[in-house]
């Protein structure tokens, strides 16, 4: 799944899907998939056998169309970018790419949602914060960021009293709670299925996708059988370990996003986070124990 899309749903809301992907595969990525494919896997395969794959044109226009027919399929009608760059460069060549760089505008008929957010090894600075992340803030003037946050008129929430235009400023606390509950409320406006997705979809789109999930249920919209033990051993196996989150890995780096993930959950407690009005949200909050025992077992799963 990394570096060649494959949306997959992975939350049933309000009859629309929340989805979750990679980025879009660059050139030289589809190039040598194709290649690949062509000659050693699918040689009985039809449909690879039918591709030109020395039309480097057609090929990339054909791994395009499929990856918009699959969009359409799973009627995605906004996609929420998480990248701070237009493409992922790597050894001085486009390996990945965003749907707001692409040349021919393929992606016109989606609302994209650019919500440009720091990578794992941004998270680093928590740790030499003594796991705190209070005023940790992103440096934008890195070469490689060239994406600036965007918000089609579509989707431009309305009551939340945030500035926008602020964003750069903001410490990750801030802006982990902003983009929050402008995705959140995207769901409920949206009449369509939502894509989120970042670079790999290993870590920033389990981080948003897992905070989705836990909002929701907290609101008790979804998982309504589960107890906090449950919904916290859901989001762990499903949203962060399936997916590919290698966390060995990134605590080698000490890029310890998915410690974020549960160390901000005590930062989502207020009423601005809930889908439910004021009665139900008050209603729900006395006949369960909600977000105070996920925090407790979020504490459990960090150590």
Not at 237 to 262: P, T
Request: include cysteine; charge should be negative; aromatic fraction near 14%.
């Amino acid at each position: 799944r990394c570096r060649a899309r494959f949306p997959i749903p992975v939350i049933l809301f309000k009859d629309k899907y929340i989805c979750r992907s990679s980025t879009l595969s660059g050139g030289p990525e589809i190039y040598s998939r194709t290649g690949f494919e062509f000659f050693f896997l699918n040689a009985e395969n039809e449909v690879i056998k039918d591709i030109p794959i020395f039309d480097s044109n057609y090929v990339f226009d054909y791994a395009r169309n499929q990856d918009i027919q699959l969009l359409n399929y799973l009627n995605i009608g906004l996609i929420v970018d998480l990248m701070v760059e237009q493409k992922k460069v790597k050894f001085w060549l486009n390996v990945t790419s965003s749907e707001k760089a692409d040349k021919k505008n393929r992606y016109k008929d989606f609302n994209l949602l650019c919500l440009p957010y720091p990578g794992c090894e941004f998270f680093r600075q928590m740790k030499s914060n003594h796991y705190s992340a209070h005023g940790l803030t992103y440096d934008w003037t890195q070469n490689f960021v060239d994406s600036n946050l965007f918000i089609p008129k579509a989707t431009f929430p309305s009551g939340l009293n945030v500035n926008w235009s602020d964003y750069r400023s903001w410490d990750i606390l801030t802006m982990t709670k902003n983009y929050l509950r402008l995705i959140l409320l995207s769901t409920t406006n949206c009449d369509e299925s939502i894509l989120i997705h970042c670079i790999s979809g290993w870590d920033r789109t389990p981080l948003f996708i897992s905070l989705i999930r836990l909002s929701l249920w907290a609101d008790g919209l979804i998982h309504e059988k589960l107890n906090s033990k449950e919904v916290t051993y859901l989001t762990l196996a499903y949203d962060w370990y399936l997916f590919g989150h290698n966390l060995s890995d990134r605590i080698s780096k000490g890029e310890e996003i998915l410690f974020f993930c549960f160390y901000f959950l005590k930062y989502m407690e207020d009423s601005e986070f809930s889908l439910n009005g004021p009665e139900e949200c008050s209603n729900h909050s006395s006949s369960s124990s909600g977000s105070e025992d996920l925090v407790s077992e979020a504490d459990s799963a960090d150590r």
